[in-house]
């Protein structure tokens, strides 16, 4: 049975989750900025179209780790060997749901609203994006962890189901092709004020 505090990740991977996140936990920016982060960099993690945590779920990873762990969860080894945690919070603990889902199968949107899609350039790649109005809450969540000899060392983490990684050349062929296909059919919710 995996347990939070056997879970390591860095500061690094606290920068990378402020795109998953709505807010920062208290001392965290100044603890970004010593180690060389800048405003605008934190700024754009913070701003990015993306599933988002509720700050009333979590805050930062250890947060997160502590909420996740409360609730039965399914263990799902990916394709490149990472281990995928995917469980849902009650309803009755989060009324309100505990992240926004930002990421949908475009087979999801009406087809009056499809010709809406456009494509917007997002954490570095070109990706389709839908502007609404709202953003649908979520209970789900998905932890994403690389199993080692001393435990598991975080990825990531977003509410919401599985889905893939964003196509990126370093990834192996096979595997660059699956999530290529699979960004081709999902599109990020868009909120203006983002």
Not at 70 to 81: A, R, S, T
């Amino acid at each position: 049975m995996l347990e939070a505090n056997n879970i390591k990740y860095t500061l690094v991977n606290q920068m990378h989750m402020l795109r998953h996140f709505e807010g920062l936990a208290d001392g965290l920016e100044e603890r970004l900025l010593r180690a060389g982060y800048t405003a605008k960099g934190i700024k754009r993690e913070l701003t990015e179209p993306g599933s988002r945590f509720f700050p009333v779920f979590a805050q930062d990873i250890p947060s997160l780790l502590e909420k996740v762990f409360k609730y039965p969860y399914k263990e799902i080894l990916g394709d490149n060997g990472n281990l995928l945690l995917h469980g849902t919070a009650d309803s009755a603990d989060f009324p309100n749901g505990i992240g926004s889902r930002a990421v949908l199968p475009v087979a999801e949107i009406p087809l009056e609203n499809r010709n809406r899609i456009f494509i917007r350039r997002n954490r570095g790649i070109d990706l389709l994006h839908l502007e609404v109005d709202e953003i649908p809450p979520t209970w789900e969540y998905t932890l994403v962890l690389r199993p080692t000899n001393n435990g598991h060392v975080f990825i990531t983490a977003f509410p919401g189901p599985p889905s893939m990684p964003l196509p990126d050349h370093r990834l192996k062929k096979p595997i660059y092709e699956q999530c290529r296909v699979y960004w081709q059919n999902h599109l990020f919710l868009y909120r203006p004020e983002q």
